[in-house]
């Protein structure tokens, strides 16, 4: 399959720019800067050098196989990218004092490649320090800004492309165009990354890997480990067996409708309801990575336990994603954890299966694509993410039955309002948590001394990044209304107004 591969310099948005390019239709994967010429992999039809935080002049900065320039593929450099084209092909960069941040105009010179079919002007996106002084000999510039005279740039013999701003977030307009632009007209691309061509390959892959052995597979509820769960399916049949562990932490309803979807599916699982040990072993700690940490741990115990009744199997499959597996990847070079992130059903190696991992060249919207066309039901797909802990990391302080009603009922809540009101499908995650302050508040003539329940809506591309929800006050009346009526043991609704970062989406 054609592709393009961008290598990662460590930039806040590098993950969005391969993501950009799967979205016209041509995979596209994230390498680590330094991966050698002869290592990008077959097919390889182009190659983006993503932005990063760094300066090309600075001791340790992070520099490419000098070799790519030679490969004869077009590149495409964005911010850092851009910079380090100047750099290494003998233009300068010069070290800027202030950072330009924001929204600048671009005024496009030049419509024949990476702007064809583009208006004149339009906003772009800047966020960089430095800055390309001198263009390399054989460039010339394509567009400016008021503040960059080289916003974008060419050489046009060699296909080498280098822009200062990022089109690859979505404050760019046309960002998607010039990406398109590069990957389909410059790189000559096909455009063959689409759900279908990626079941049959997978499906494929799974039946050679796994021959007449039989899978094993975690299924925690969610659209990533039952999607990983029918493609497996899809491969075996009958060889495939899941276990479904419910560990009491789950939203309101939700394991009797996981069960009926599952058997609508055809899938063979076993359901264990372990929510009392859950909720005993969670007692008393508030802690909320201590919290991740026990749920995890004692989910493997009953996994283990369930499987043993199965008997031997040499496979265990598993919904793990690209942004996990990009993220493991950068961890030792760029990025620090700021949660553990558990995820419930992903298993410690000790286990000693052989692991089985479908989805893990995709982001999430691309799963559910997949999902969607291979029959998953259309509520189930469009479900918000659910974290692994479940409600547990949505109640601050001690879990225990009281609190976990409280979030279950006014979650389930926020959730019908936002859906009677036809913005579900605009947010990212929508839902209620509980802390230990209360208020006093009034019914009829007594007084009562309750439970402060938050509500917390955002809107985010991935998870890495979020903003608050502006949502209408009418269906913030209705959502704070119902919860206190409705909800017993609750005094006071808040709306949550923070976004990420500086917050995190859950409050735990
Ligand atoms: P935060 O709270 O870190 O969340 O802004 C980003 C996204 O990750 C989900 N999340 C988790 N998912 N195990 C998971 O499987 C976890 O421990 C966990 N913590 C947060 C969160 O729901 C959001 O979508």
Same mark, same amino acid.
Request: hydrophobic share 35%.
């Given at each position: 399959?054609?592709?393009?591969?961008?290598?990662?310099?460590?930039?806040?948005?590098?993950?969005?720019?391969?993501?950009?390019? &799967?979205?016209?239709?041509?995979?596209?994967?994230?390498?680590?800067?330094?991966?050698?010429?002869?290592?990008?992999?077959?097919?390889?039809?182009?190659?983006?050098?993503?932005?990063?935080?760094?300066?090309?002049?600075?001791?340790?900065?992070?520099?490419?196989?000098?070799?790519?320039?030679?490969?004869?593929?077009?590149?495409?450099?964005?911010?850092?990218?851009?910079?380090?084209?100047?750099?290494?092909?003998?233009?300068?960069?010069?070290?800027?004092?202030?950072?330009?941040?924001?929204?600048?105009?671009?005024?496009?010179?030049?419509?024949?490649?990476?702007?064809?079919?583009?208006?004149?002007?339009?906003?772009?996106?800047?966020?960089?320090?430095?800055?390309?002084?001198?263009?390399?000999?054989?460039?010339?510039?394509?567009?400016?800004?008021?503040?960059?005279?080289?916003?974008?740039?060419?050489?046009?013999?060699?296909?080498?492309?280098?822009?200062?701003?990022?089109?690859?977030?979505?404050?760019?307009?046309?960002?998607?165009?010039?990406?398109?632009?590069?990957?389909?007209?410059?790189?000559?691309?096909?455009?063959?990354?689409?759900?279908?061509?990626?079941?049959? &390959?997978?499906?494929?892959?799974?039946?050679?890997?796994?021959?007449?052995?039989?899978?094993?597979?975690?299924?925690?509820?969610?659209?990533?480990?039952?999607?990983?769960?029918?493609?497996?399916? &899809?491969?075996?049949?009958?060889?495939?067996?899941?276990?479904?562990?419910?560990?009491?932490?789950?939203?309101?309803?939700?394991?009797?409708?996981?069960?009926?979807?599952?058997?609508?599916?055809?899938?063979?699982?076993?359901?264990?309801?372990?929510?009392?040990?859950?909720?005993?072993?969670?007692?008393?700690?508030?802690?909320?990575?201590?919290?991740?940490?026990?749920?995890?741990?004692?989910?493997?115990?009953?996994?283990?336990?369930?499987?043993?009744?199965?008997?031997?199997?040499?496979?265990?499959?598993?919904?793990?994603?690209?942004?996990?597996?990009?993220?493991?990847?950068?961890?030792?070079?760029?990025?620090?954890?700021?949660?553990?992130?558990?995820?419930?059903?992903?298993?410690?190696?000790?286990?000693?299966?052989?692991?089985?991992?479908?989805?893990?060249?995709?982001?999430?919207?691309?799963?559910?694509?997949?999902?969607?066309?291979?029959?998953?039901?259309?509520?189930?797909?469009?479900?918000?993410?659910?974290?692994?802990?479940?409600?547990?990391?949505?109640?601050?302080?001690?879990?225990?039955?009281?609190?976990?009603?409280?979030?279950?009922?006014?979650?389930?809540?926020?959730?019908?309002?936002?859906?009677?009101?036809?913005?579900?499908?605009?947010?990212?995650?929508?839902?209620?948590?509980?802390?230990?302050?209360?208020?006093?508040?009034?019914?009829?003539?007594?007084? &009562?001394?309750?439970?402060?329940?938050?509500?917390?809506?955002?809107?985010?591309?991935?998870?890495?990044?979020?903003?608050?929800?502006?949502?209408?006050?009418?269906?913030?009346?209705?959502?704070?209304?119902?919860?206190?009526?409705?909800?017993?043991?609750?005094?006071?609704?808040?709306?949550?107004?923070?976004?990420?970062?500086?917050?995190?989406?859950?409050?735990?």
């Amino acid at each position: 399959m054609d592709r393009i591969v961008v290598l990662d310099f460590g930039g806040q948005y590098s993950h969005l720019i391969a993501k950009r390019i &799967r979205e016209v239709g041509v995979y596209s994967e994230l390498l680590p800067y330094n991966t050698p010429a002869d290592g990008l992999g077959e097919d390889v039809k182009g190659i983006v050098l993503s932005g990063g935080p760094s300066s090309v002049y600075q001791k340790d900065a992070p520099m490419p196989d000098p070799r790519i320039f030679e490969l004869g593929l077009p590149i495409l450099g964005i911010c850092y990218g851009l910079q380090l084209i100047a750099f290494k092909l003998g233009g300068r960069v010069s070290k800027g004092r202030k950072r330009e941040y924001g929204r600048a105009e671009l005024i496009v010179k030049d419509f024949s490649d990476l702007f064809s079919g583009l208006p004149g002007r339009f906003y772009c996106w800047m966020s960089h320090v430095d800055k390309v002084t001198k263009l390399p000999k054989g460039f010339e510039a394509i567009a400016y800004t008021k503040n960059s005279r080289y916003a974008a740039v060419r050489d046009k013999v060699r296909k080498i492309y280098g822009v200062q701003f990022h089109p690859e977030v979505t404050h760019t307009e046309h960002g998607r165009d010039i990406i398109e632009n590069f990957a389909v007209r410059i790189c000559g691309c096909r455009r063959e990354w689409n759900a279908g061509s990626f079941i049959e &390959r997978a499906v494929k892959e799974i039946r050679e890997k796994v021959g007449e052995d039989r899978v094993l597979c975690a299924l925690s509820g969610g659209v990533d480990s039952t999607t990983t769960a029918v493609l497996v399916k &899809r491969a075996i049949g009958d060889r495939l067996f899941g276990i479904f562990v419910n560990h009491g932490l789950m939203r309101e309803g939700e394991p009797e409708e996981v069960i009926e979807m599952l058997k609508g599916l055809g899938i063979n699982f076993r359901y264990v309801d372990a929510s009392e040990r859950f909720l005993r072993r969670l007692k008393g700690v508030s802690d909320p990575e201590e919290k991740r940490r026990i749920v995890g741990e004692e989910f493997v115990k009953v996994f283990e336990e369930e499987a043993k009744k199965l008997g031997r199997f040499k496979y265990l499959a598993q919904g793990t994603l690209y942004p996990d597996v990009i993220e493991s990847a950068r961890s030792g070079s760029f990025a620090s954890r700021i949660k553990s992130h558990h995820n419930v059903a992903g298993l410690p190696e000790s286990l000693g299966f052989e692991l089985i991992e479908p989805l893990r060249e995709l982001y999430k919207d691309e799963v559910r694509e997949v999902a969607r066309e291979l029959g998953l039901p259309e509520w189930f797909v469009r479900r918000h993410p659910f974290p692994g802990p479940g409600l547990a990391v949505r109640i601050i302080g001690e879990v225990n039955e009281e609190k976990l009603r409280i979030v279950r009922k006014a979650s389930s809540i926020v959730e019908e309002e936002l859906k009677k009101a036809g913005l579900y499908d605009e947010v990212w995650q929508a839902f209620a948590f509980v802390g230990e302050d209360r208020a006093v508040g009034v019914q009829g003539d007594e007084r &009562r001394y309750g439970r402060i329940v938050t509500i917390r809506i955002v809107c985010s591309e991935d998870g890495m990044t979020a903003d608050w929800f502006r949502i209408p006050y009418e269906v913030l009346e209705r959502m704070s209304n119902r919860i206190t009526n409705e909800v017993e043991g609750v005094t006071m609704v808040t709306y949550s107004v923070s976004s990420k970062p500086p917050s995190t989406i859950e409050p735990q």
